[in-house]
């Protein structure tokens, strides 16, 4: 009897360590997220961030031409606020002409130096030409007097008779001088008008060109639309103050809202699995119940370096599909570029894998009642999952984190692997009593 007592005791003392032991690692196990391996298909996108501006667009511009001024920006003084629906001619902004001012009241001082000197050589050759024909009329009085003379004297000695044809003679040569000079005198008087008069049309078309320009400074709309500002090398957009270049003077844009794109840019690690023509999926903030879609119609050859990023990143062009009258400019956009699809694979939270010497993948496994560290060798990856190539089998349960105490645990390797690794790494991922697993077959 006392001997039944005694087992019977044991009995229970067994099962009492038994069940706090199993208590505990379920206990431990609980605290744990576990996730199943799934099969199914798998996508690869690659999320970013953007914003919508319309594919086509008409630029409202300010002067053109002020870089033939030695004026290279120019300050915005007032501008209509953003969004503001305009009508073709309508007043868009003011700009700063100050600087332009000086130069435009310096050409008309010009203008004026220019006109003077024109009407100052007009009366100078105008006296000149009349002087020289009045003398030519005198010159031709002086002939026929002379002939007058030489008649008289033809009663008078030879002696006179003869002085009479010498003066004779002088008179008509002066008066054939006359008219030569006169000729020349007169093309003389042509060339300087011609001169005065093409120096004076220059500057009356420079004076008139820069009229021109300075009625540029208040800039109007070139077609109806809904104004939409330009953004400066910031990024940001312009408004009051704000300077605008002169080899891009835009100051805002017309957008045409029938054709919306996304822009946005992604990371020099993705870039490689963007291509032109791909599908995408476009949320927007404004929005969150609405669902779009679109591709990609550009990718930028050449990264850049945003704004507060020390990462390099590429411009990607989203071109959105169908007309929505809701969408507009510089709206927040969420978009997934779908890179490809993978029919029926494995794949695994990403939050389960882990890694060790940079070169061996693991993940937790529950095998049975036990906890194993077993190697799988990774695919493709997507923002939240993996592609598991092996080491894992469809519904296997694995840890999202790393199980408590199990972290020192060693690695079961898969065979195809073992006999490839180097040797350090060898000695440092694998002992003796490393078990190996066989490849699991999809």
């Known amino acids: 009897m006392k001997r039944n007592l005694l087992i019977g005791g044991g009995v229970v003392v067994v099962l009492l360590i038994s069940y706090f032991l199993v208590k505990g690692n379920k206990n431990s196990e609980a605290a744990s997220i576990m996730a199943s391996v799934k099969q199914g298909?798998?996508?690869?996108?690659?999320?970013?961030?953007?914003?919508?501006?319309?594919?086509?667009?008409?630029?409202?511009?300010?002067?053109?031409?002020?870089?033939?001024?030695?004026?290279?920006?120019?300050?915005?003084?007032?501008?209509?606020?953003?969004?503001?629906?305009?009508?073709k001619g309508d007043w868009v902004a003011t700009l700063d002409r100050s600087e332009f001012q000086n130069k435009f009241t310096a050409k008309q001082i010009e203008l004026d130096k220019a006109n003077s000197k024109f009407n100052q050589t007009q009366l100078d050759t105008t006296l000149q030409l009349r002087q020289s024909r009045d003398e030519l009329i005198n010159l031709k009085y002086a002939v026929e007097e002379t002939a007058i003379v030489l008649e008289q004297s033809k009663f008078e000695p030879p002696a006179t008779i003869k002085q009479a044809e010498i003066n004779m003679d002088k008179a008509k040569r002066a008066y054939q001088q006359a008219v030569e000079n006169y000729k020349i005198k007169k093309n003389q008087n042509i060339e300087k008008m011609r001169e005065v008069y093409a120096e004076l049309r220059k500057?009356?078309?420079?004076?008139?060109?820069?009229?021109?320009?300075?009625?540029?400074?208040?800039?109007?709309?070139?077609?109806?639309?809904?104004?939409?500002?330009?953004?400066?090398?910031?990024?940001?957009?312009?408004?009051?103050?704000?300077?605008?270049?002169?080899?891009?003077?835009?100051?805002?844009?017309?957008?045409?809202?029938?054709?919306?794109?996304?822009?946005?840019?992604?990371?020099?690690?993705?870039?490689?699995?963007?291509?032109?023509?791909?599908?995408v999926e476009v949320g927007l903030d404004a929005y969150p119940d609405k669902k779009l879609t679109g591709?990609?119609?550009?990718?930028?050859?050449?990264?850049?370096?945003?704004?507060?990023?020390?990462?390099?990143?590429?411009?990607?062009?989203?071109?959105?599909?169908?007309?929505?009258?809701?969408?507009?400019?510089?709206?927040?956009?969420?978009?997934?570029?779908?890179?490809?699809?993978?029919?029926?694979?494995?794949?695994?939270?990403?939050?389960?894998?882990?890694?060790?010497?940079?070169?061996?993948?693991?993940?937790?496994?529950?095998?049975g009642l036990k906890t194993v560290k077993q190697e799988v060798i990774v695919g493709d990856t997507n923002a939240n999952d993996a592609v598991i190539l092996g080491g894992l089998e469809k519904n296997d349960r694995i840890f999202l984190s790393i199980p408590s105490k199990l972290e020192e645990q060693k690695i079961e390797l898969l065979p195809q692997l073992n006999g490839k690794r180097g040797k350090k790494d060898k000695e440092e991922a694998v002992t003796p009593d490393v078990k190996i697993v066989s490849t699991p077959s999809n």
């Open 41 to 87: 298909q798998f996508r690869i996108d690659i999320e970013t961030t953007g914003e919508l501006e319309a594919k086509n667009s008409v630029k409202i511009l300010g002067p053109q031409s002020l870089r033939n001024f030695q004026i290279w920006q120019v300050t915005i003084q007032n501008i209509i606020n953003e969004g503001t629906v305009v009508k």
């Open 203 to 279: 500057v009356q078309s420079e004076f008139e060109g820069m009229t021109k320009v300075l009625e540029s400074f208040n800039v109007m709309a070139p077609e109806d639309g809904m104004v939409i500002y330009e953004k400066g090398w910031d990024g940001k957009p312009i408004k009051a103050g704000s300077q605008i270049q002169m080899w891009e003077p835009t100051v805002a844009t017309l957008p045409d809202l029938t054709t919306m794109m996304s822009k946005t840019y992604v990371n020099e690690v993705d870039v490689r699995k963007v291509k032109v023509g791909q599908p």
């Open 295 to 367: 591709s990609v119609i550009r990718v930028a050859n050449v990264g850049e370096q945003r704004p507060n990023s020390d990462a390099k990143v590429f411009e990607v062009a989203v071109e959105i599909n169908g007309t929505d009258a809701t969408l507009r400019p510089s709206m927040t956009t969420s978009n997934k570029i779908i890179a490809s699809v993978i029919d029926s694979v494995l794949y695994v939270p990403l939050e389960s894998l882990h890694s060790q010497f940079d070169s061996i993948t693991y993940v937790f496994k529950k095998d």
